[in-house]
């Protein structure tokens, strides 16, 4: 019975565990958020060490209409297309970069 009690438990916590990522990365504050629309204000990018070796990684630092900045993660190839000035959005269909009022520039998902 103590068995079944612990693993009952431990399956309440990897559940938990497991819940919590999935809502930090589709929060509005990660990185790796779901939905987000603003102005361009920044880029960079770096390099993430580990043992295996180096990863680069491609941020946009994004100003929404409230004012309120944030970093977003994104792929080499947008970061490159991304210029400070741009208005960037993304949704379910993709991110959009849009460098004016008129003209769109469809990046995929």
């Known amino acids: 019975m103590r068995t079944i009690i612990g693993l009952a438990v431990l399956l ?14 589709s929060s509005p504050n990660s990185p790796f958020r779901n939905e987000y ?8 990018a770096g390099y993430s060490e580990s043992e295996l ?3 680069p990684y491609f941020r946009l630092l994004v100003e929404n209409d ?7 993660a994104v792929t080499s190839e947008i970061y490159e297309r ?11 269909d993709g991110i ?3 460098s004016d009022e008129s003209k769109i520039i469809p990046i995929g998902k």
């Open 12 to 25: 309440i916590l990897f559940g938990g565990l497991i819940w919590g990522i999935m809502r930090y990365r």
């Open 37 to 44: 629309e603003g102005r361009i204000v920044e880029k960079w």
């Open 53 to 55: 070796g180096s990863r």
């Open 66 to 72: 409230d004012k309120v900045r944030f970093a977003v």
């Open 82 to 92: 991304a210029e400070a000035g741009m208005r960037v959005k993304k949704t379910e």
């Open 96 to 98: 959009e970069l849009l």
